[in-house]
């Protein structure tokens, strides 16, 4: 159901209002443009000069020595967590995680190992809660060979990693021997929002990634970084996996331009997240998650309109957004404007009316 916008109702009036995911984004005029004129070689070779450009951006805007293009967010995470971990091992994540619930079950399904789901609020878990899960190195138990946390916490409701807690997680870790892995699908949100350089978030971390196919607009790709010797081991992993790709600047060149245009603007898209929440919140029995990002996480069913309803009431006046383990998560992001946050707002309390 992740994603899956309900049935096309043919007499629906069209879609105007995508508050389903950033992923929905429609690369911009400027930003096609960037990419038609891109300059293009081989990549699985390491002859296209724009995927090398967004690699070396990535890498140094991440603090990380190199850098590799991947054609999704899911398969840096499962590359990266390929290369971390062995058959039998164990890594640690949020019980949320993308990599439990969102990637085909792909650890068990290629990797063999398991994953522990640590538990804790709004998509965190403690670093109490990670030592208290660790346990000695013995015969009988899995070897605990990863961590992994998501910067910001999708079905946490966007919520930000302290860099102090971060920073905790990494001692806990290196004390541990546990290799440390930033899933930071939106890791660019949780910057500009604080103003913490993403350098600075991953600093101790050795993987993390990013994703353009999100709030920074771009159609195709995530970038997955860390130390020279791992982004080689994560080629092999991309070349098995089918992720290797030939003149993959056009795509990349969509990513260098998001990150030199779409950047910054991410503070509009948490403006209208907090515009949303406050208009939801003034409405009688809708109970809301005071965002810190770009996701509204919110729950009607006090107003008397169950989730599922208030989805399909929306869709009816051209608003798409989802259900998401149990409340409805509203996405903003580049095609997102702070007068449809105010028209959306209006449809809430219309179908509450009408409850
Ligand atoms: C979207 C997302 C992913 C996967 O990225 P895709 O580019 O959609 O494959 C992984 N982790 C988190 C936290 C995400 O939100």
Known sequence: MFYTPPPRDPNAPPLRINLLSDTQTKPTPAMREAMAGAEVGDEQTGDDPTVNLLCARVAELLGKEAAV?????TMCNVAATLVHCRRGDELLAHETAHIISREGGAHAALGGFQITQLKGADGQFTP???????HPRSRYQPTQTLVSVEQTANIGGGTIW????????????????LITHMDG????????????PAHDMTEGWDS??????KGLGAPIGGVLAGSAAFIDEVWRWKQRLGGSMRQAGIVAAGCVYALDHHVERLADDHANARALARGLAQINGIVVQEPETNLVFFKPDGAGVPGDKMVAELRKRGVSLAMMDGRIRACTHLDVTAAMIEETIG???EIVRAA
Do not use: C, H, Q
């Not at 993390?208 to 196919?213: G, L, V």
């Open 69 to 73: 293009f991947m054609p999704s967010g």
């Open 128 to 134: 109490e809660t990670f030592r208290a899960a660790l």
């Open 162 to 177: 302290k860099k102090a807690a971060l920073d905790e997680i990494v001692t806990i870790a290196k004390a541990n021997g």
């Open 185 to 196: 699908a939106r890791l660019l949100n949780a910057t500009v929002a604080t103003g913490i």
């Open 208 to 213: 993390a990634w990013i994703d353009f196919s």
């Open 347 to 349: 449809y809430v309390r």
